[in-house]
T-cell receptor
Framework: KAGVTQTPRYLIKTRGQQVTLSCSPI?????VSWYQQTPGQGLQFLFE???????NKGNFPGRFSGRQFSNSRSEMNVSTLELGDSALYLC????????????????FGPGTRLTVL | AQSVAQPEDQVNVAEGNPLTVKCTYS??????LFWYVQYPNRGLQFLLK??????LVKGSYGFEAEFNKSQTSFHLKKPSALVSDSALYFC?????????????FGGGTRVLVKP
């Protein structure tokens, strides 16, 4: 099976712009989660989508949003970019567990490196 | 709320020596616990998980971890470290009672294995 893919791998934007990142999960995985990784804050959970619905949300401002399509592919959008949004954005997918309980591991993509100038 | 602590920013070990990376956690209920490894410019790779049952969990690449409920710890171990084990290691927790797959990660521990 192909792994989780993320596009683009690298992005350079300027403050005030907006950006859209894309994630294709492993075939059959319906849960997609997004994380932000920075040297200062580490790995922080952004949100999770399951069957096109947001199931969990982290503590990020409303400038960060996401969605999931019927084929489980997901996008996240960041509007009005700030310098502090520079980070590695990781997408992860997970297979369904019995009863929907999340005891399965997540499979991570290589990430999108966003630089805001 | 759930949290994970990895008390060591970096661990240095000689090749062939045992490797231990420490992790303690806090959740309101019972945990699912995970270890991931990250190589430069790569995403996270799953190593092992504790769900239930035997407290000693064996995973990929010769790694194992021991779940200790009384000490709320889940330390990662490898009996004989390789130079190729040099990487960034993350411990993560998920509350069993919580819906979904949200993971809370520790700050990461950089492992440097010297030849």
């Amino acid at each position: 099976k192909a792994g989780v893919t993320q596009t683009p791998r690298y992005l350079i934007k300027t403050r005030g712009q907006q950006v859209t990142l894309s994630c294709s999960p492993i075939s059959g995985h319906r849960s997609v989660s997004w994380y932000q990784q920075t040297p200062g804050q580490g790995l922080q959970f952004l949100f999770e989508y399951f069957s096109e619905t947001q199931r969990n949300k982290g503590n990020f401002p409303g400038r960060f949003s996401g969605r999931q399509f019927s084929n489980s592919r997901s996008e996240m959008n960041v509007s009005t970019l700030e310098l502090g949004d520079s980070a590695l954005y990781l997408c992860a997918s997970s297979p369904p567990g019995r009863g929907g309980q999340g005891y399965n591991e997540q499979f991570f993509g290589p990430g999108t490196r966003l630089t805001v100038l | 709320a759930q949290s994970v602590a990895q008390p060591e920013d970096q661990v240095n070990v000689a090749e062939g020596n045992p490797l231990t990376v420490k992790c303690t956690y806090s959740v309101s209920g019972n945990p699912y616990l995970f270890w991931y490894v990250q190589y430069p410019n790569r995403g996270l790779q799953f190593l092992l998980k504790y769900i239930t049952g035997d407290n000693l969990v064996k995973g990929s690449y010769g790694f194992e971890a021991e779940f200790n409920k009384s000490q709320t710890s889940f330390h990662l171990k490898k009996p004989s470290a390789l130079v190729s084990d040099s990487a960034l290691y993350f411990c993560a927790v998920r509350d069993r009672k919580a819906a979904g797959n949200k993971l809370t990660f520790g700050g990461g521990t950089r492992v440097l294995v010297k030849p």
